[in-house]
């Protein structure tokens, strides 16, 4: 049967990605729906290029814009306040792929889930951020969250391999950023430009700069806890700079299951779109000669310490990880603006975070509390 898809975030990295999956495997997976936030003239190209049902812009000097210019016989405008709301929860749809960045996406995923669709997720931000509540509202709702994020979809893959209570431990492979080898006396002169240059991936600006300061490992070892229900100690971290394998699953028995592929995202996009079935990939195989070694490490949390203040937030649980996520958000965006300098991400964060006081099991109201919280405080550190 063929299903219904909504793309959030479709002018994105991954938004383009997942069009390009979509176009080659038309007989699986019709578009419903596409919505941007700012990008009017992509928006408007991918209209013309794939035909979507709906569309719709979430910003609105944006959207008037993009309504001045917006022709089509086939796609209809949704207006820019309810647009994401039809797209996730009409009928019609069965997929909806969430690739807005940062807790913008939060609200796509509530109604996602509400609507008991399958969420596949690529805003890491809104699993970070609901915490513990997203797994009883899935099943409330009868709803399937998919990971997105490479990581996490390679251990949904290494998890087929074993029962859950025969799992010792995530083994969580990052590539290290671009900083990794560079020695800490150094971090202070690191460029904005610097750390947008990542080593294997490329992405968005957003998780391009959580990546150098290894803050995106941070907020997976939260989106793995939350989406894989596993406390915190039983993942490990380990640095692996070629990209290769995507993250591991190791057993009782010390057997321990690895997913590898090339670096290209449309891999673990397509797994989260069509599971439980393959789709063929024209993405570049690996050639395991010409790749030679692979190598790993353990991380430098002096060099990192988000990555340690990540842990700490992992393991207490509550609604700290929303302030933690919140105060990251400004950081990285006053850092984009050029407000501040790289070297000052970590303590703005890191500060924010210790002036909170956590709520261990928190409402949804009192999470969208903490993320209010966290964005003023951290805009306060800021200056
Ligand atoms: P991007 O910056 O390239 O694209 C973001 C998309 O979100 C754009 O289409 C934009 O229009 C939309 N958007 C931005 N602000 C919005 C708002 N306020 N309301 C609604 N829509 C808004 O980002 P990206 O790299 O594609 O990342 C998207 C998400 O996927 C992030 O959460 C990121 O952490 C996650 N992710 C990305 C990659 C990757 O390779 N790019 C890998 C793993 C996870
Ligand atoms: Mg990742």
Known sequence: MIKRLSILGSTGSIGVSALDIVAKNQDRIELFGLSAFSNVELLQKQVEQYHPKFVTVCNKTAYDKFKNSFHSDRTKLLEYETGIKYLTSDPEVDIVLNAIVGAA????????????????????????????????????????????????????????????????????TGSGGPFRELPIEKFKSITKEQALNHPTWNMGPKITIDSATMMNKGLEIIEAVRLFDIPADKIEVVIHPESIIHSMVEYIDSSIIAQMSNPDMRLP????????????????????????????????????????????????????????????????????????????????????????????????EEILEADRWGREKAKELVG
């Open 269 to 364: 996009i397509s797994y989260a779109l069509y599971y439980p079935e393959r789709v063929f990939s024209d993405s570049a195989k690996i050639n395991l000669s010409e790749a030679g070694k692979l190598t790993f490490f353990s991380p430098d949390f002096k060099k990192f310490p988000l990555l340690k203040l990540a842990l700490r937030v992992a393991e207490s649980g509550g609604s700290c990880a929303a302030v933690m996520n919140a105060a990251n958000e400004i950081a990285v965006s006053a850092l984009l603006n050029d407000t501040i300098e790289f070297a000052q991400i970590p303590d703005i964060v890191i500060n924010s975070v210790e002036k909170y006081k956590n709520i261990e099991s928190p409402s949804l």
């Open 105 to 172: 996406g939060l609200e796509a995923s509530i109604e996602t889930v509400k609507a008991g669709k399958r969420l596949a997720l690529a805003n890491k931000e809104s699993m970070v951020i609901w915490g513990e509540l997203i797994n009883s509202f899935a099943k409330k709702y009868e709803a399937e969250i998919i990971p997105v994020d490479s990581e996490h979809s390679a251990i949904w893959q290494a998890l087929v391999a074993g029962g859950k209570k025969e799992v010792r431990k995530i083994l969580l």
